[in-house]
């Protein structure tokens, strides 16, 4: 009696065994095709005419569509502080302190979500969690644009936070797999400089729509029309980010020798790679993170940024329209001159020392986007300034 059941213990353990050598080939497999592209990088012979050229190319493809993808997100998030003043609040009865609490809930979620979209990307890759998140919070942003309350905004609004938490890591380790370490300050600019570029785009399209919608009014405001653009526009960048995104090893635009130039570049500037499967958690890179002086000046310095700009993000037009502007002119006079000034004072700090110091002062006091001029401190020179690359190494990022 006691034989079959000895049997199916010893089949159930010998079925546990093999999927547990099923998942180890499975991860063997995955390492090996990721680790391919890097076995000849050490002794690789390229010339500096190869590695311009994959450089260019990189450039031509990566950085619009990061560009792209970077604007998007402010775009949606930053949108309702514009909506608020075309009928959101009206149209959904929002009173006392709910519309605040559509900005707090977006944050709280966007804090949670940070750790396991980070681990996902380390253990998927960026390709398919980046395209993942797009697509959904793409549909979250179109869904806002049906809401009837408090409830389903504020629903809606966290969802849209968890899922948008990706987007800036990502973009940072797409930004170190490409690029050796004095590259990575321009080109982390260069995207950056889609919150205020793309908003200028948005915020002229959203005056559109609500001149549109003021001359030929229906049941379907215009916050909600707002809505439905960008979260269409939303979904189909999620499927450029699907084609053209993702580290050397997951992208199909670049052949096989241009994936061994690009791993011999970053491979001489020593800024890691994206073999993956780097699960330990290294105490002497936190420890010598702790020691470096620029991360309490990004700690205290976001701070300071951040306790004005969580208001004016989402109330900014609403403060606006209290001094007698119409929701119109907010657009045109007050937000994009706001950007043009951004963008101005972003390669401003880029181009020497003295202008990124005027460039963060001039961001802390008026509560300017500065932190572009914080992503110029990685090229300065740490004997000097005190400065190190910020710029996350996609090889040792301890998970």
């Not at 970077?70 to 949108?79: E, R, W």
């Not at 590259?183 to 200028?200: F, K, V, Y």
């Not at 653009?229 to 960048?237: E, H, K, R, Y």
Request: hydrophobic share 45%; proline share 3%; glycine share 6%.
């Amino acid at each position: 009696m006691t034989q079959p059941v000895a049997t199916k213990e010893m089949d159930s353990n010998e079925k546990t065994s093999s999927s547990v050598r099923s998942a180890e080939v499975i991860d063997a497999v995955y390492i090996d095709e990721a680790q391919d592209i890097f076995l000849n990088t050490v002794n690789a012979q390229y010339t500096e005419a190869d590695y311009k050229r994959v450089l260019r190319k990189a450039d031509r493809i990566l950085l619009p569509f990061m560009w792209l993808c970077a604007g998007i997100q402010q775009a949606d998030k930053a949108s309702i502080s514009t909506q608020a003043t075309f009928g959101l609040l009206q149209d959904t009865n929002l009173v006392g302190q709910q519309f605040s609490w559509l900005t707090t809930a977006f944050y709280i979620s966007y804090l949670i979500g940070e750790a396991p979209s980070n681990y996902i990307m380390q253990r998927f890759g960026v390709n398919k969690p980046l395209f993942v998140s797009l697509f959904l919070w793409g549909v979250v942003v179109l869904c806002i644009a049906f809401a009837q309350n408090f409830t389903q905004l504020v629903v809606l609004r966290s969802l849209q936070g968890l899922l948008e938490c990706t987007i800036a890591p990502a973009l940072v380790l797409i930004t170190a797999s490409f690029y050796v370490s004095r590259e990575h300050a321009m080109r982390s600019i260069i995207w950056s400089t889609s919150n205020p570029g793309l908003d200028i785009i948005t915020q002229l399209i959203m005056y559109g729509i609500g001149s549109a919608t003021q001359k030929h009014a229906n049941g379907f405001g215009p916050w909600r029309w707002i809505s439905v653009f960008l979260g269409s526009w939303t979904i189909v960048t999620s499927l450029f980010a699907l084609l053209f995104l993702g580290t050397p090893s997951e992208i199909r635009w670049l052949s096989k020798e241009e994936k061994h130039i690009t791993a011999a570049r970053v491979a001489s500037s020593q800024t890691g790679s994206d073999r993956g499967q780097k699960y330990e958690w290294h105490w002497d890179q936190v420890l010598d993170a702790f020691r470096d002086p620029q991360t309490y000046f990004f700690f205290f310095a976001y701070i300071v940024n951040s306790l004005p700009n969580g208001g004016t993000a989402a109330f900014g037009n609403l403060v606006f329209v209290s001094f007698g502007f119409t929701n119109l002119e907010t657009i045109v006079k007050c937000t994009i001159p706001l950007d043009l000034v951004t963008i101005a004072c972003s390669f401003h700090g880029r181009l020497n020392y003295s202008g990124l110091c005027w460039s963060v002062s001039f961001g802390l006091i008026t509560n300017g986007r500065y932190t572009y001029a914080l992503d110029s401190m990685g090229s300065l020179s740490y004997d000097r300034y005190y400065s190190r690359n910020w710029i996350a190494d996609v090889d040792i990022i301890p998970v």
